[in-house]
């Protein structure tokens, strides 16, 4: 660690990993309800568990990336954070307004929260991932220009690498598409229309931005390709991921009582949205092949090349499975569109936060890498965390082909409810391959209280 | 000055480069025109070279996939039947994650030939 403000980034990091043990608690109990719909009825219901599932899932994504952003910033503008105590604040009021509003949605009726926080003022909650109150998001909004203010003023008066600027605007753009959040207009097509500004810009638009900063980073840590190289790459993968993503936008305009050219557009656009995602594939395993150092932190190499693989995996291919307007005529809203949003989540921004995190702890806490027993132990739950989100994955997609066949495809459909019914055994195989998915995580937070021979900074 | 030596071995790295693009091509987006051109590269290759070996490796992979993902699903279709539902959760899922696994392995035999070595082998001298 060169600078003593990056160590900032070790409060994000343990908050993010906290956040994450809670999201997936509560997966298992969602899985479950799936399953046996009383379980936990009436202290947490289905809907409310679901919500504190998503909402953990994005709030310790954006401490992985505030995080991931304090460590390499400073780092690449060779100069300290500009205003450390500002990220250590900003930190605690993220941390408890964070905390409050999931105890919020666990402790009081969905409505009354709603009536506390005073949502008639300014109404902005009861859409999806968007449940906050809307003191809440204000929150966030301060949380994120403090931030932008924190890490812009470090970049820009400090050295400016392609690393630093791409981060710097896939912040910038995390920061401005969450405006949208604010936008709730009555008519629901125009609802669903700016809802998803946020939400599909997001994940196929800025964040691709700051997951390929992050990713060039390690890489370059850790092989000693030249940055030139990776300079270049970056350039092509950010300039595809906007030029598909901003139109792709259109593939969630097919059935919302949007005009018909968005099936055209929609499809066509989203149908090239792989492209950045297996350039990254391609990038991170060129880079990797042709390393000029064996660094001795083998679990960051594994996150970094399992990024990139699954990231294409869930993104890209099982994106594009559904992503075509006839084909998506089918698969709307089915258990198609979880299986992707699983493997998409988990691949590009879970892993690629993992992947920050399992190269820089080491080092602010004092050494290059893990000793080989952690190392070990880490390797093993990115196998058991990934390949049980593959099965997630398989199962959920099975699911769905079913659903879609049964209820949607066939001569005489069969209702909502019946086809749930003949699909539950996907659902018990999900909920298992979800238990293993936790003891991946168990794994995953022994590896970094494993002793064993220090591996020093040279 | 480069000695012949250099360029060849450029040169040898640019067909094996061309020839993995191809494989890679004929598995993705352009299937058959890419296994034309995978074709047409090969009979510029010659035996003992770089390039042979991953028009060769191009030529296994694209095989092999084909055979795995066509014949298996048309396996699981015969023996499941057009018509049942189960048919298509198997095909579908087996031919969506297999096929991937199958572009995985031909972009890493890509990076490989950009590097001039072979899949697993680094024989850069
Ligand atoms: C890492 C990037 C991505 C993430 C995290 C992600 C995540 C998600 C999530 C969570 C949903 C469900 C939204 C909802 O209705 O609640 C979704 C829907 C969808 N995604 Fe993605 N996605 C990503 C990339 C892609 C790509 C690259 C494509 C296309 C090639 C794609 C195609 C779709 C489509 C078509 C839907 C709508 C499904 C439906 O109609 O129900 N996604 N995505
Ligand atoms: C890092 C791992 C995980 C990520 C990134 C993740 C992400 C998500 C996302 C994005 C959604 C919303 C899906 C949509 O709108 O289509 C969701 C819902 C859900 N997740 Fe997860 N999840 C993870 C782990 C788990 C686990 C381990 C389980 C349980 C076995 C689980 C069970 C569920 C269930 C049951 C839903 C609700 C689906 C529905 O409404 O039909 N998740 N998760
Ligand atoms: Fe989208």
Do not use: C
């Not at chain 1, 400016?160 to 605007?169: D, E, F, G, Q, S």
């Not at chain 1, 001569?411 to 659902?427: C, L, S």
Request: net charge neutral; glycine share 8%; aromatic share 16%.
């Amino acid at each position: 660690m060169k600078y003593q403000s990056q160590s900032i980034a070790k409060l994000y990091f343990i908050a993010a990993i906290g956040l994450f043990v809670g999201q997936i608690l509560f997966g298992v109990i969602l899985g479950l309800q799936y399953v046996m719909g009383d379980f936990l009825f009436p202290e947490i219901p289905f809907n409310v568990a679901r919500m504190v599932h998503t909402n953990l899932l994005i709030v310790w994504l954006l401490f992985g990336f505030m995080g991931s952003a304090y460590y390499l910033v400073p780092e690449e503008a060779e100069r300290e954070l500009y205003a450390p105590w500002l990220a250590k604040l900003m930190f605690w009021i993220f941390l408890v307004a964070g905390a409050l509003t999931i105890l919020g949605y666990l402790l009081v009726p969905y409505a009354t929260l709603a009536e506390i926080t005073m949502n008639d003022l300014l109404p902005t909650m009861g859409r999806e991932f968007l449940e906050q109150p809307t003191i809440t998001k204000i929150g966030i909004v301060i949380v994120a220009l403090s931030f932008l203010f924190n890490i812009g003023m470090t970049i820009l008066s400090g050295r400016k690498t392609v690393i630093n600027l791409v981060m710097l605007t896939g912040m910038t753009g995390l920061a401005v598409f969450f405006l949208f959040s604010f936008y709730n207009p009555d008519n629901l097509v125009l609802d669903k229309y700016f809802w998803w500004f946020v939400v599909h810009l997001w994940v196929e638009g800025v964040w691709e931005l700051i997951m390929a900063s992050i990713l060039a980073y390690v890489l370059i840590k850790i092989t000693g390709v030249d940055r030139e190289v990776i300079e270049k790459w970056l350039y092509i993968i950010i300039a595809m991921a906007l030029i598909t993503g901003l139109i792709g936008t259109g593939h969630h305009f097919f059935w919302i009582g949007t005009p018909g050219y968005w099936q055209w557009l929609g499809s066509v656009f989203s149908a090239l949205e792989p492209i950045p995602f297996f350039m990254m594939t391609l990038f991170a395993f060129n880079v990797v092949n042709k390393r000029r150092r064996d660094h001795p932190n083998k679990a960051a190499t594994l996150w970094a090349l399992g990024t990139a693989v699954m990231a294409f995996l869930g993104a890209g291919v099982w994106g594009f499975l559904h992503t075509l307007a006839p084909v998506n005529y089918y698969t709307h809203g089915t258990q198609i569109t979880a299986a992707h949003g699983h493997m998409a989540f988990y691949g590009a921004y879970v892993m690629v936060v993992l992947t920050m995190i399992s190269y820089s702890m080491p080092i602010m806490r004092g050494q290059k890498a893990g000793n080989d027993r952690a190392q070990i132990v880490e390797m093993w739950s990115f196998w058991l965390m990934t390949v049980s989100m593959v099965f997630i994955t398989l199962f959920l997609t099975g699911a769905g082909i079913l659903q879609v066949y049964l209820q949607r495809y066939s001569e005489d459909p069969m209702t909502f409810m019946v086809t749930q019914d003949k699909i539950e055994v996907f659902y018990w195989m999900r909920e298992v391959a979800g238990l293993v998915f936790l003891a991946g995580l168990g794994a995953y937070i022994t590896s970094f209280f494993v002793k064993g021979e220090e591996v020093k900074i040279a | 000055m480069k000695s012949d030596k250099t360029t060849d071995k450029e040169l040898q790295i640019q067909l094996a480069s061309n020839a993995a693009l191809a494989s890679l091509i004929n598995l993705t987006i352009l299937p058959i025109i890419g296994f034309i051109a995978l074709i047409w590269i090969y009979r510029k290759t010659q035996a003992g070279t770089i390039a042979r070996y991953h028009a060769v490796l191009g030529f296994k992979i694209n095989i092999v996939a084909a055979a795995v993902l066509f014949l298996v699903s048309a396996l699981m279709i015969l023996f499941g039947g057009f018509n049942s539902p189960w048919t298509w959760v198997y095909v579908i899922t087996y031919f969506t994650l297999v096929h991937t696994l199958f572009i995985v392995l031909a972009v890493w035999a890509l990076v490989r030939a950009w590097s001039g070595d072979t899949l697993l082998n680094s024989n850069s001298s």
